[in-house]
Structure formats: structure tokens, C-alpha cells
């Protein structure tokens, strides 16, 4: 079981420069994440979320606030984290084996413990047979489960996923959905997913931060207090699923009161026509 | 139907033979120029068991793999650099763009100045002919490597000796691959060529053309071509099947 | 570091942030970064170039090697502007060009004709492609000891010569530009009732224009290398012969101006044709 990290972020702000003059990105943004949480983003594009992805995985650089993993400040890239992109981005010159193996190329161990490690993640996403496969040999769904493969083999304390489903057809979708939470839960890692598709944010999440654009900011977090594994068809479920969806909506709406229906009597409900 | 294609390839070859035997059987042309087949055949026969012969082929390709390997090693690294880094490539790419502008055998009298008739003139120039073609097939693989891959890379913390050869090298082999290939061709031509230009009587299948060419002896002259046609297709064939292998990766269309 | 993010090159040798101890290493290579910006294209690629002068300049000067194996940059434009005032540059530019043109029109028609003809014949195709792509790997130089003996050391030769390395380059691109056209296009002809002189000229040669261009190109790019050999081995004219003559004579300066010369061509021939090619096709869109 790896280590599960806790990740604090604190007052981050990122600012591009467009033709000289500042662009925020990220304005002001705090999260503190529990050690094995499972935190959904969601935010229309635009918002930054796939930017702070990028800042918690190190590809970015020159923000101002800090990021802290288990207390250490975040600088660069480094093997404690790992990230899924909405991209397999698996060498093709390499087989589904091998691909895992990039993901422990550079950490310490023997090579033994590496090819158990690898072994036992390419049976962990259920493509236990497929070693030997190339990635132009892979469906969609299959590829990226093996870069789900990549990013655990070397036990990082904190998985990001930067809207992994996104390029995959429905069906392959809601059915990775529900392996990515048996993953997370067997390797009782801290995850951080980040869609535009509210019911997977909250069929997955055991929050919602919910960002809006220009600049990034978290408007409001929500708690997804349900059971695992999730009913999607649940009332409580869809109640707290509109109540994330109403604040993508244009005009302000405040939240759902209870996930009870009211009914009104019946008789009043009766006009006459004349 | 496959049958009749390939009878059908045959027929404008086994045609110009036949015309060819006929105008010498029947004398209407001085066969001293323009010999006959039998002749070629005969001393194609007489060739072929001379070791002499063999001694030259061997030369020959073996100045061709030497000059065409440093030269690719070159080009790979030349290539690379220039797509890596793109300040080298804006200092050296402009004169490396112009030079290409010389045409190849314009280069052989100044190397022949400097390094004389022998093998190390012959090496120098067959290197350069190869690393033209190496290099930019290594630059284009260079610059196809994509952003994503590049950030896959970070992330997994690829030291610098790991993008190289783990990353960018892979990536780039089929371009790198086209270039070789294109590469080879070229060596082989340069091989040809300076063993012409730069003749010293030594050893080479193109000395072996001079000899005929000096006594006059057309046949000699015909079979040494044709050797240097089967061994330049000879090479091209296992240069093809190399690069299958190596790039058995890639999805086949 | 204020290099934005996106502006770093895909396949940054350092990855962000850099260790103390490195920092100053990177500041200098991002200054060194600045200045090749800075001074833009054209400049920084003529630095190497003035270096490689300052450097030539300094050896001959200097004598650090002998002066038949290195002539003195000043001699090499003296020489070139002898060759120019004295109009033995034209002459010779004139003998080399001819042969070319000449070239490329024998040869350019036999290979248009033979590449229309494979591509639309198919019983030609069944016929003569073997041969043909058999005959097409044989190097251009080895065809030259047997023409020497057949046609001498004359123009023949050399334009027969240069013809064969153009006709292969022309046949293999009209082929393939011819086979690459979308059969949508020529059933829009069909539907439309083209007849053959119209198809050719509103269908076939449009669509197959860019691989026809590309193989111009190829040829005249082969041609002027054949030429160059042609004339190193056997000719009394031209500019490839100005360089045999100067090693000859032992007159590396000519060697040298004989080099810049072919490389000017060289330059402008392929430039041209590039712009050339970019003003016809106006109407692709590349993908990049």
C-alpha cells in the first residue's frame, strides 16, 4: 500500500503574461486535502483547474502562495506524484509492459522489487495478459488504464488525474469510472480528479471543489457524504449532483433545502375550467 | 492474373536482349562498342572467379560502411543538437543550409588538396555525402518528438541521458530511419564516385571500371556496373529490412 | 526564472526550478538565449560564418598551413572577380546552364510522358515498372564509363548523362502525383463529361501539380550534381571544370571561388524553385 500524502495548498496564485500584461490564472486559491481523500474539481474551461494540476505536479513553475506535501514545499517534478492526462501519451516504441516500467525508471529500489511492482499494477487495472502488447494494439480505454498503471507503479502519495475520461466514448467512460475507484481504493492513495463532468465529480468525490473562471477561484465546496460504492440512480445522489450543477447555471440559485419532494394535496391542484 | 503480370515484367528485358544479341549476332554494329551478350556473359564468368574481383567488391563496401557509418553517427548527433537546442541552431542551421547548397562532388578537388588521392580523402567525402541526409531525417525526427511526450518525461524526472536515448531517440527513429536510408544511397554513390574522380589505382569496383575503360574492354566495363548495381540493391535490401525490424512498433497502414 | 512557462522550448534540457548551485549556469545560457533572440535570425546565423572567416583570414595570414592547401580569403574574391570582369565566369556559368536546360527538357519530357504513361496505362504499367524501378536504383554515375565509351567526351555525353539522373526524379513524382489523385476528382470528369484534352488540363494537371513541382525540383537538384560530376571527370568547360582546373594548377584559390560559385547556384536554383512552389500552390492549406 503506498503512503497517502497530505497536500495543502495555500493562497496560490498564477499569472501568465499576454503581450506584456498579466493574465491571472489562479487567483487566491486554498485546499487542504486528508491523506486517501478523493477530491473532485469541476469547472467550466477556463478556470484554471487543469493549470493548478499542473502546478501540483510540478510542469509549472513561478506561482505565488505555496503547495505543501506532507509539509515539504512542492518544487519541480518528482516521483511522490503522480497524474493521469486526458492523453494516454504512452510511448508508442514501447509495450504495455515497458510503459509501466518508465513509471519506476528512477526510483530507488532493486529490479526485482521494480518488475513485481509492475506486475502486480498491470494486473491491478485488469490488463493482466496484455503485457507484451504495443500501444497501436490498445483501445482507447485500455491505453489509459495502462498510463493509470504508469503513474502508480512507483507508489506516489498523491494520484492527479486531469480529466482521464474525457476522450473516451460513454460507455468506456462510466465503466473506468468505477475501476479508477476500486484502484483508489486498493492503493489507498490521496486523488485529485479534475472533469467537467459533474455526475463523475461527484460519483467519484469524496468532495467537489467547485471552481469559476477568470480568474480561477473555488467558489463553493460540497460534501458527498454517500456510501461507496455509489448509486448513481439515488435520490441523495442526484440532489446533491443539481445542487453542483446549479451553480453552473447563469442566474445565482441557492441550494436544494432537502432531497425530500413536497407534495402539495391534491386537491388544490384541481381548477375548474370555468 | 499474377502469373501474367510478372511474365509480363519480363517481357521488355528479355526484348531488349534478344535486339541486343541480334544486332551483334548479325554484325549490323562495330562490336568492339556495342559487344555481345555472350561476350559479357564469358567475361562475367572469368570475373567472378577472380579473386581480384571479390578483393575489390569487399574494398569497395568496405569503404562505403566505414565513410556511411561515421558519417551517420555524425548526422545523428549533428541532427540532434540542432534540434534540441535552439540556439545551435540558429548559429550553425544557416551554415549548415548554405553549405548543403555545394553540390556533393564539388567538394572532391578541395578534399583532394588537402588529403590527397587516398583512403582518407575517399572516407571524408563519403561521411559528407551521408551526413547531409542523416541529419536532417535526425532533425525532423528531433522536432517531431511531441510536447506531451516531452512532459511525460518530467514528470517521470528522465534524466538528461535518459531523454536522449530513452525518449528522443526513439521517437525520432523513423525519421531518423528515412534518413539513413537516403544516407546509404547517397554513400554508395560517393563510394562510386570518388573511386572515379579520385583514382589511384587502388582497390574498388570503380577501379576495376577504369581498368576496362583504359583496355578498351566494354565487357568489363558492363559487369563492373552491374556489380555496382546488385551490391548498391544489395544494401539497400538489408538497410530496408533493418529498418522493419527496428521500427516493428509502429502500426502498419 | 522570468521565462514564462510557455515559452520553454518541449524538450527543456533543465526542468523548472533549477538548483541553487545551477542557477547562475542557467541565468548565462538565458542570456546567451536573449542575445540569439535578440539579434534575430539572420545575424546570429552569420556569426559562425564570420567566425569561421576571421579564422581562415588568421591562418593564412599567420601560415599556419601552407599556401597551396589554404589559399587567403582576399585572393579567393580577387580570383572571383577576375573570373567575373574577365567574362570567363558567364562563359562557363553559360556552358554548365546549357547543359542543364538541355537536360531538363529531354529529360523532363521523356519522364512526364513516361510517368502519364504508367499512370494511365495500365498494360504500360504491367510492362515497364519493373524495369523501371529496377533501373531507377542504378546510381546515374555508373552509366557514365559506358556512355564515355559510346558517345566520347563530348556535350552527348554529358547531356545524355544529366537527362538519365533528371528522367528518374520527374517519372517517379508524375507517377506518384498522377496515382495520388482522388478518384472523386475524376468522377466529377466523368460526370461532367470531360473530354480527354479538358480532363488533362482541369483535372489531371492541377491535382498532380505539386508532385510534379517536387519533381522538378529533385531534378534539377540531381542535375546539378550530375552536372558537377560529369564535368569534374571529363570536360574542358563549365564550372565544374574551373574547379578541376584550379586543383590542376595547383591554384586552390580557384578550387575555393569554383566551390562558391556552385554553392550560389545551387542556393538560388533551390531557392527560387521553393518560393516558386509556395506562389503556385497558393491554394493548399499545409497541415502546420
Same mark, same amino acid.
Request: charged share 15%; proline share 6%.
Given at each position: ?37 478523493? $477530491? ?7 478556470? @484554471? ?50 510503459? $509501466? ?25 485488469? !490488463? ?87 480568474? @480561477? ?58 | 492474373?499474377?502469373?501474367?503480370? *510478372?511474365?509480363?515484367? /519480363? ?96 567538394? &572532391? ?13 575517399? !572516407? ?11 541529419? !536532417? ?69 570503380? *577501379? ?17 556496373? &552491374? ?27 | ?37 535578440? &539579434? ?36 579567393? /574574391? ?5 573570373? /567575373? ?47 523501371? *524501378? ?12 559506358? &556512355? ?24 517517379? *513524382? ?13 468522377? $466529377? ?11 488533362? /488540363? ?13 519533381? !522538378? ?72
Amino acid at each position: 500500500m503506498a503512503h497517502a500524502g497530505t497536500l495543502e495548498i495555500k493562497n496560490l496564485s498564477k499569472h501568465y503574461r499576454v503581450k506584456g500584461r498579466p493574465l491571472a490564472v489562479l487567483d487566491d486559491v486554498s485546499l487542504a486535502i486528508r491523506p486517501g481523500e478523493f $477530491v473532485s474539481i469541476v469547472g467550466a474551461s477556463g478556470c @484554471g483547474k487543469s493549470t493548478l494540476l499542473r502546478l501540483l505536479i510540478g510542469l509549472e513553475g513561478d506561482y505565488q502562495g505555496e503547495i505543501l506535501l506532507d509539509g515539504q514545499r512542492v518544487a519541480g517534478t518528482s516521483l511522490d506524484r503522480g497524474i493521469v492526462f486526458q492523453e494516454h501519451r504512452l510511448f508508442p516504441w514501447l509495450t504495455v509492459e515497458q510503459n $509501466v516500467a518508465v513509471g519506476v525508471l528512477n526510483a530507488p529500489g532493486g529490479q526485482a522489487e521494480k518488475r513485481t511492482s509492475v506486475q502486480e499494477h498491470i494486473e491491478l487495472v485488469g !490488463l493482466k495478459g496484455f503485457e507484451t502488447a504495443y500501444p497501436h494494439q490498445l483501445s482507447g480505454g485500455m491505453s489509459q488504464r495502462v498510463a493509470i498503471a504508469r503513474a502508480l507503479v512507483s507508489r506516489p502519495e498523491v494520484l492527479l488525474l486531469d480529466e482521464p475520461f474525457g476522450a473516451l466514448d460513454a460507455l468506456t467512460r462510466s465503466h473506468l469510472q468505477q475501476e479508477l475507484e476500486r484502484i483508489w481504493r486498493a492503493e489507498g492513495i490521496t486523488a485529485i480528479l479534475v472533469t467537467h463532468d459533474v455526475e463523475e465529480a461527484v460519483a467519484l468525490g469524496d468532495r467537489v471543489v467547485i471552481m469559476q473562471p477568470r480568474p @480561477g477561484r473555488i467558489k463553493r465546496i460540497v460534501d458527498v457524504p454517500l456510501p461507496r460504492p455509489r448509486e448513481r440512480g439515488s435520490l441523495a445522489f442526484t440532489a446533491i449532483k443539481d445542487d453542483v450543477l446549479g451553480e453552473f447555471a447563469p442566474a445565482p440559485r441557492s441550494a436544494l433545502k432537502s432531497p425530500s419532494i413536497e407534495r402539495r394535496p391534491p386537491a388544490l391542484d384541481w381548477q375548474f375550467s370555468y | 492474373m499474377q502469373m501474367n503480370i *510478372n511474365l509480363r515484367a /519480363w517481357t521488355v528485358p528479355a526484348a531488349l536482349l534478344a535486339f541486343w544479341w541480334t544486332l551483334t549476332a548479325a554484325g549490323w554494329v562495330d562490336t568492339r562498342l556495342i559487344v555481345p551478350p555472350g561476350n559479357v556473359l564469358r567475361v562475367a564468368g572469368t570475373t567472378l572467379i577472380d579473386p581480384v574481383f571479390w578483393q575489390a567488391v569487399l574494398f569497395s563496401a568496405a569503404r562505403d560502411v566505414s565513410g556511411f557509418a561515421s558519417g551517420a553517427l555524425g548526422g545523428i548527433a549533428l541532427g540532434v543538437l540542432l534540434g534540441t537546442s535552439r540556439w545551435a541552431e540558429r548559429l550553425i542551421g544557416p551554415t549548415f543550409h548554405a553549405l548543403r547548397q555545394i553540390s556533393l562532388f564539388a567538394w &572532391l578537388p578541395l578534399l583532394s588538396t588537402w588529403l590527397g588521392y587516398g583512403e582518407g580523402a575517399k !572516407l571524408v567525402f563519403i561521411a559528407l555525402s551521408t551526413l547531409y541526409p542523416v541529419t !536532417l531525417g535526425a532533425f525532423e525526427g528531433v522536432r517531431a518528438v511531441t510536447r506531451h511526450h516531452a512532459e511525460v518525461a518530467r514528470v517521470y524526472c528522465f534524466t538528461r541521458q535518459q531523454i536522449l536515448f530513452r525518449l528522443i531517440l526513439p521517437a525520432a527513429a523513423p525519421q531518423i530511419a528515412t534518413g539513413l536510408t537516403l544516407g546509404l544511397v547517397s554513400a554508395w554513390v560517393a563510394t562510386i564516385g570518388s573511386e572515379f574522380l579520385l583514382a589511384n589505382w587502388g582497390n574498388g569496383l570503380g *577501379n576495376i571500371i577504369i581498368k576496362g575503360r583504359a583496355a578498351f574492354n566494354v565487357e568489363l566495363i558492363i559487369v563492373g556496373m &552491374l556489380a555496382i548495381g546488385i551490391v548498391g540493391s544489395l544494401l539497400n535490401h538489408v538497410a530496408a529490412r533493418i529498418e522493419r525490424r527496428a521500427l516493428h512498433w509502429q502500426p502498419r497502414h | 526564472m522570468t521565462v514564462a512557462s510557455h515559452d520553454a522550448p518541449v524538450l527543456a534540457w533543465e526542468s523548472p526550478p533549477p538548483l541553487p548551485q545551477q542557477r547562475w549556469v542557467a541565468a548565462a545560457r538565458t542570456a546567451l538565449r536573449i542575445a540569439a533572440q535578440g &539579434l534575430g535570425r539572420t545575424t546570429s546565423g552569420l556569426v559562425l560564418p564570420l567566425l569561421v572567416l576571421a579564422l581562415w583570414t588568421t591562418a593564412s595570414q599567420r601560415r599556419w598551413v601552407p599556401e597551396q592547401l589554404l589559399p587567403a580569403p582576399a585572393l579567393v /574574391w580577387q580570383t572571383l572577380q577576375e573570373l /567575373w570582369t574577365s567574362g570567363d565566369l558567364i562563359l562557363h556559368l553559360g556552358y554548365s546552364a546549357s547543359r542543364v536546360g538541355w537536360s531538363l527538357g529531354i529529360g523532363g519530357s521523356i519522364g512526364l510522358a513516361l510517368g502519364f504513361g504508367l499512370a494511365l496505362s495500365r498494360t504500360m504499367r504491367a510492362y515497364l515498372l519493373p524495369s523501371f *524501378n529496377v533501373i531507377s536504383q542504378f546510381p546515374v554515375l555508373g552509366w557514365v564509363p559506358l &556512355l564515355i565509351i559510346f558517345a566520347g567526351i563530348d556535350e552527348a555525353l554529358k547531356i545524355s548523362a544529366i537527362s538519365i539522373a533528371v528522367v528518374v526524379p520527374v517519372t517517379l *513524382n508524375t507517377l506518384r502525383g498522377l496515382e495520388n489523385i482522388p478518384p472523386a476528382l475524376l468522377e $466529377v470528369g466523368k460526370v461532367y463529361r470531360f473530354s480527354p484534352p479538358q480532363l488533362l /488540363w482541369r483535372v489531371l494537371l492541377p491535382a498532380a501539380a505539386p508532385s510534379l513541382f517536387t519533381g !522538378l525540383r529533385q531534378a534539377v537538384m540531381q542535375a546539378w550534381v550530375s552536372l558537377v560530376f560529369v564535368e569534374l571527370l571529363a570536360s574542358s568547360e563549365g564550372v565544374g571544370y574551373l574547379i578541376v582546373w584550379g586543383r590542376q594548377l595547383a591554384q586552390p584559390d580557384l578550387v575555393a571561388a569554383g566551390m562558391i560559385v556552385i554553392g550560389a547556384i545551387g542556393l538560388l536554383l533551390d531557392g527560387g524553385l521553393g518560393r516558386l512552389e509556395r506562389r503556385l500552390q497558393s491554394w493548399r492549406r499545409p497541415a502546420y
